[in-house]
């Protein structure tokens, strides 16, 4: 690393940085350059949103403070209100700084799925689906993501999911619905719906538990900077710079920052910047918000990443706009009810059980847009509530039909080939055995036999980034040595290694909550 700095002529205010260093000890040297050298390695991401970065490197700290605040957390979504609930529950001063004008971000807009093997009211026992256990959870996180997530990250995950969503239903007020799912990538039934069907459920309960712990949100926060004196191992991090309105303001942090600002798909520049297969052109799912500038910030001050091209489209978004509405949840929750994905032609072109990469690939594939989800009304209590199905069919989101060729015929596909696709899906079903896509069937799937039909067309775009800032189990960054940033912390969408390739449908927000937690409660701690 330092010796590719020392060598790139292209960037002459690191190497004369370099120089006088070099007069320094070699530790001095050696530390020196990491800040300057990670800031020249990401010099790519660097341009990317700071016009003045070259300046950025070598910022020196601020000579007054305008403000001392124990624990400074930096986005509102799931992580950030959990590492606040946490924080705030061992006495600590702890704020949110949110840099847009409503809390939440990507957490508030959710689609409501958090999976765990278990929750307080055994709810797969209950309703007799089958076996599960946090093993089989971890197996299928980390094949879902190609084993590039870490097995010991992983592991944290799929053990605290329980714990937080009882903690979330105990003293957030959360309300589940009474139903589970089996979502792409998953073998068992351990998606898990809270009652509003959106994500709003669990930022609510966490706020309520947050704030009654004595957080306070400001909005219209940005933070532009983190403050470190250098990279070297022992210096922690002493602050960060605001943004709010036209006023800048540092305030020094006495215990911990923790990075919660989520991930980076509406930051098209440093999508393409990691993984130019994501072409600008699609659309995405995230509020726009979903910039990865604390991502770069961090990687200033000494932080690594990892994984950044792991880039997941969430395949059954709005055609049209990319939005991922309550309706576009649908396709996702159906599969563990039998649930039939068809292209324009009428036919299958994909196994339903199969993850979301896969299936993007797949519709992509088609080279025909859009593809449907297909569904009828006993699956409905299944997927969702007959209030949603009305609210998207008032939309247009949702077509009806009494038959299914009056559906195909709806949807402008030929009438002959849905029905004899899903005559063939209904006796694979029957026999247990797919030929065609090798779907897995369970007892819990209801053959499509009798209406009133239902479909939706879908389309992917541009969803989760699983890359970002490295850290360990106790949700510490780690430098590009190797060793824990004092006092930086970072839980969520903005850490990297979670998930690997590809994030399994539901597993974002237990990921928040237990290292939201993690990051909370050790930021106060030890600061
Ligand atoms: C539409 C949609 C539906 C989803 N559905 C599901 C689901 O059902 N189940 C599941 O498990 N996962 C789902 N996901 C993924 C999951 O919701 C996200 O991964 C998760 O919400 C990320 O939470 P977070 O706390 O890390 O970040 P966020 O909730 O995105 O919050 C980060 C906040 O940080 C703020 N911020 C960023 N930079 C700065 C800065 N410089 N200064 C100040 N503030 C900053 C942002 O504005 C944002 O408000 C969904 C994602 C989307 C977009």
């Known amino acids: 690393m330092i010796k590719e700095n020392q060598e790139n002529k292209e960037l002459p205010s690191v190497r004369v940085e370099e120089e006088k260093a070099m007069n320094a000890s070699r530790r001095t040297l050696l530390q020196g350059a990491v800040t300057l050298g990670v800031a020249a390695a990401s010099g790519l991401a660097m341009n990317l949103a700071m016009p003045g970065s070259a300046e950025a490197m070598t910022r020196a700290l601020p000579n007054q403070w305008d403000e001392k605040i124990d624990v400074v957390i930096v986005g509102s979504g799931f992580a950030g209100l959990s590492a606040a609930a946490e924080a705030g529950a061992q006495g600590s001063k702890v704020i949110i700084l949110e840099k847009r004008p409503t809390y939440g971000g990507n957490s508030i807009i959710n689609g409501g799925e958090y999976n765990s093997w278990d929750d307080k009211f055994h709810l797969r026992q209950k309703l007799n689906l089958g076996e599960d256990s946090t093993d089989l959870h971890k197996t299928d996180t980390l094949k879902g993501g190609d084993f590039y997530g870490s097995p010991e990250l992983v592991d944290v995950l799929v053990k605290g999911a329980t714990a937080s969503l009882d903690w979330m239903v105990d003293n957030g007020g959360l309300k589940l619905r009474d139903v589970l799912n089996r979502t792409g990538g998953h073998t068992a039934y351990r998606t898990h719906t809270c009652d509003e069907g959106v994500g709003r459920g669990y930022t609510e309960a966490l706020k309520k538990i947050a704030e009654g712990r004595g957080l306070e949100i400001r909005l219209n926060a940005e933070v532009t900077w983190i403050w470190r004196k250098d990279s070297d191992p022992l210096n ?49 799912t995230n509020q726009p918000g979903a910039t990865g500038e604390m991502i770069r910030y961090a990687q200033a001050v000494g932080a690594d990443a990892l994984q950044l091209a792991f880039i997941q489209l969430y395949p059954y978004a709005d055609p049209e706009t990319g939005i991922l509405d309550a309706p576009a949840v649908y396709p996702f929750r159906g599969p563990g009810y039998g649930i039939v994905y068809v292209n324009k032609l009428g036919k299958r072109f994909v196994n339903e059980m199969e993850r979301r990469d896969v299936v993007s690939m797949a519709q992509i594939k088609t080279g025909m847009k859009p593809t449907y989800s297909i569904f009828n009304e006993a699956m409905i209590p299944k997927m969702g509530t007959k209030e949603e199905v009305e ?125 939201g937690r993690i990051a909370g409660t050790n930021a106060a701690k030890k600061g």
């Open 236 to 284: 922690p991090i002493e602050g960060v710079e605001v943004k709010i309105g036209k006023k800048t303001k540092n305030i020094q942090i006495s215990k911990a920052l923790i990075l919660a600002s989520g991930g980076f798909s509406r930051d098209i520049k440093m999508r393409q910047a990691f993984n130019p297969s994501i072409v600008p052109e699609f659309n995405c």
């Open 391 to 515: 609210k998207g069919m008032a939309k247009g989101r949702f077509v009806k039909a009494e038959t299914l060729a009056e559906l195909a015929t709806k949807l402008g596909i030929p009438a002959d080939a849905v029905q004899e696709t899903i005559k063939t899906h209904n006796s694979y079903m029957a026999d247990g055995k797919d030929p065609d896509f090798s779907r897995q069937f369970t007892k819990s799937m209801i053959p499509l036999t009798e209406g009133p039909f239902y479909a939706i067309a879908q389309w992917p775009a541009v969803h989760h980034t699983m890359g970002g800032l490295r850290i360990n189990k106790e949700a510490q960054v780690i430098d590009i040595w190797g060793n824990p940033i004092p006092r930086l912390y970072a839980a969520g969408e903005v850490t990297g290694g979670v998930h690997g390739s590809n994030r399994l449908g539901g597993n974002a927000v237990p990921d928040c909550i237990v290292f």
